[in-house]
């Protein structure tokens, strides 16, 4: 099996590949759709460290601008996700992306909002109520930050131990893959459970990562007077919804609207998945988002938006701006679709 830095080489060789051959401009019309959703998580200047097993979910100030650039170049328009259902209705017009955000970090305050204020961009936050609390469980922080201070890993996860030494970067980061990879295949108990575990051996204490990392709830209001800014659901305690019996997943996507709703004074007609791929969200969470009258839901399976996502408005694919490939040329393979069409085989719709 690759290392998650193997495959990243590959896709970054694929996108150099796209670009060098022409591919992302002269297959774009038929690859890109109408438009897109972009997703983002981090936005800051640090760069990341020797071991960083979550780089991905962070790019940089500059890399943002150079994002919001692109799109503009190449002819899309930035539009509000509210905006993106009669976008898609239409049969004319340049292509419009969307920009979102999600899980709610102090550093999209910080870092993003002066980017996107400079581009005139409308943005949609969404908040996941118990970290604007500054409570529930940003888990794979806590995984990085424990096997950052242990050398060895120790647990068992799925029946089965695992015991590997973690005393450099290299070593560090197969062992993150590993417990990664075991956990996220089981339970969210067991999940939470074993990092807990880890976060212990490595003398802290699991639960206090939101408080030092999110936006809470005076920090959103004030970031809410920007009326470029929109708030979305992002649940309340970010589980991996399909993971969750239909009671506990509907009761998790409507306290945090009504949570938000009642600390911010505003709307939120938008829903976010956490994790978003199909083991979190399937057809029964699209199916409940309907039904609790949400305008769209957002995935993170990977796409641009057609047609015929008109009928399927809450289970609308997104475009993640990926840490590990800020480059030009992957930007440019994002933008035009291409990579993601040949991901999805072709296929314009992915909502099984």
Known sequence: MLSSRS???????GFRAVAVSGADRWLAPLARGRGLILTFHHVRPEPPGAFAPNRLLAITPDFLDLTLGTLR???FELCPLDAVPERLARETGPPFCALTFDDGYRDNAVHAAPVLARHGAPWTLFVASDFAAGEGRLWWVELERAVARLDRVRLEAGGRPIDLPARDPAEKSRAFEAVYGALRAGPEGELLDRIADLCGAAGFVPG?????????????????????VSFGAH??????????????ALREIAESRARIEAELGRPVRHLSYPVGDPRSAGPREFALARELGFATAVTTRPGHLFAEHTGHLHALPRVSVNGCHQSA???GGLLSGVPLLAWNRGRRLNVG
Request: proline letters at 6%; aromatic letters at 4%; hydrophobic letters at 45%.
């Open 7 to 13: 495959r990243h080489r590959l896709f970054e060789a």
């Open 73 to 75: 170049a190449r002819g």
């Open 329 to 331: 040329a992957a930007l």
């Open 208 to 228: 206090t990562v939101a408080a030092e990392l999110c936006l809470d709830w005076d920090a959103l209001r004030a970031l809410g007077r920007d009326p470029a």
């Open 235 to 248: 649940t309340r305690s970010h589980p991996m919804l399909a993971k969750h019996p239909r009671e506990t």
